[in-house]
């Protein structure tokens, strides 16, 4: 192979080249914003991503340029890395890919060797072979399976570990146009990943309903889990961890996306489950279970602002901390964010709010704008003075706080913990400390939290109040 051109060097795209340059392809970037092809010539990062920066230093193969015909030309694989943007519908705007196709196209009208062209952005079932296909066969004046190849090649990855996601994927998914195309794509990822992974070769309209059904199945799987939360604070020492982990045991379901906390968001899960919706609606299937995933997922976001009026009363007014305000860690990302959705709720309610995350400050700032709201530069400065936190995100730096900088910083120390990373005892002795999926009951007008730990075969059974 003389090398691989990717179209598109995004979150995605660009980490993508890197992973393919680190393994001695010639790797050409084709984007349409000059900025981005000159940081990438200059073998620096213009995107935020655990990992990457180090891996571009590394690599010498990877260039950028804003010409498809030389990408095209010096390349023998073209990997297709653009946005699909979801449409009002729910289905997915191709409008990108549409550009890329055609000016690809043009390159390999004067092309005499195979090239394979490798479309990796999500789709709806239907759009590569009845889109992207018609444009490169219409432009290129050559026959696909013939004088080129397509692929439907998704990534099943997460913003914040893209670069361990993509070299050990669970499996790699192909839907090919032909034999050969599925070949050539299949030995790439045998070089590329470091786990050797199962590869599942299939028609492309299978590959494409493959993807959005992935993720429409992983946010009935958070849904779920949540709800079990919301049950397990409603039941004398209830507690979702311990109910998850059973279920996670069992490798019908397994441990993944258990965690019973805040809904699911980002840039991907909920798009793709409207999509999935959408979707089933226009082949006359009914969409019940993404609906109500969608549904679930609105309601467990909702149902945190009940947590704060219960204990602040009026929420006018009140001085709220937030930490963390990315839709995960690792990632600079606030896009569909349940920390930034309880944010808005919370500013809608009149609070007043300070709010910290370790990268996603200036894009939570973009969408949640300045007013009753102080970006605070640390943690400390983010507690001070208020009255109520909210954990929301669990970055590794919050792992590390103490009951101390809670009750120091703090006028009233109470701690909504969505994701249970700290010490419920040992935070509970300092300061109100409250948790999503842990239960409680009310015995003479106090709300009494409950856990029952085995230590050693004994039954220990631990009590805290909270007078109401």
């Not at 709806?124 to 013939?146: I, M, N, Q």
């Not at 090649?153 to 913003?159: G, V």
């Amino acid at each position: 192979m003389k090398g691989i051109s990717v179209v598109g060097i995004g979150k995605l795209g660009l980490c993508m080249a890197a992973c393919f340059a680190r393994r001695g392809y010639e790797v050409i970037g084709v984007d349409i914003a000059p900025q981005t092809v000159s940081v990438v010539n200059d073998g620096r990062s213009p995107i935020y991503e655990p990992g990457l920066a180090e891996l571009m230093n590394e690599v010498s193969s990877l260039s950028a340029t804003t010409d498809y015909d030389h990408g095209i030309r010096n390349s023998d694989v073209t990997f297709i890395v653009v946005p699909t943007p979801s449409k009002q519908d729910g289905g997915f705007s191709t409008r990108y890919a549409e550009e890329a196709a055609e000016q690809i196209a043009l390159a390999l009208r004067n092309k005499e060797k195979f090239h394979l062209v490798v479309l990796t952005s999500t789709v709806l079932p239907g759009a590569t072979e009845g889109v992207v296909k018609s444009l490169l066969e219409k432009g290129s004046g050559k026959k696909c399976g013939v004088d080129f190849g397509l692929c439907y090649n998704p990534e099943f990855i997460a913003l914040g570990s893209v670069i361990r996601d993509f070299t050990n994927p669970d499996a790699v998914l192909i839907g090919e146009s032909d034999p050969r195309s599925g070949e050539l794509l299949e030995e790439i990822y045998h070089v590329v990943c470091d786990n050797y992974p199962s590869v599942v070769r299939t028609t492309i309209h299978n590959a494409e309903l493959a993807k959005i059904s992935l993720n429409a199945f992983v946010t009935m799987k958070i849904s779920f889990a949540n709800t079990l939360a919301e049950i397990c604070e409603r039941i004398p020492g209830g507690d979702v961890n311990a109910v998850t982990q059973m279920l996670g045991h069992d490798s019908r379901i397994g441990k993944k996306y258990l965690s019973g906390a805040l809904g699911y968001g980002g840039p991907c899960f909920p798009r793709d489950n409207k999509a999935f919706a959408f979707f089933a609606k226009t082949v006359g299937c009914e969409a019940r279970l993404p609906e109500a995933s969608h549904d679930e997922n609105r309601h467990h976001n909702e149902r945190l602002v009940d947590v704060v009026r219960q204990k602040v009363g009026v929420v006018k007014g009140k001085s709220i901390s937030v930490l963390g305000l990315t839709y995960k860690p690792n990632t600079d990302v606030v896009e569909e964010s349940a920390s930034i959705q309880l944010a808005k709720a919370l500013l809608k309610e009149g609070a007043v709010l300070k709010v910290y995350d370790p990268a996603g400050m200036r894009n939570a700032r973009m969408v949640l704008g300045d007013h009753c709201i102080n970006y605070a530069d640390t943690v400390e400065e983010c507690l001070e003075g208020t009255e109520f936190c909210i954990l929301a995100t669990p970055w590794e730096e919050f792992k590390d706080l103490q009951p101390d900088h809670f009750t120091t910083n703090m006028k009233q120390p109470i701690l909504l913990d969505c994701w249970r990373i700290f010490d419920r005892f040992e935070f509970g002795e300092k300061l109100e400390y409250l948790a999503i999926g842990i239960g409680h009951r009310q015995i003479d007008g106090q709300v009494i939290h409950e856990s029952v730990w085995n230590l050693d075969s004994t039954e220990v059974r631990i009590l805290g109040s909270t007078t109401v």
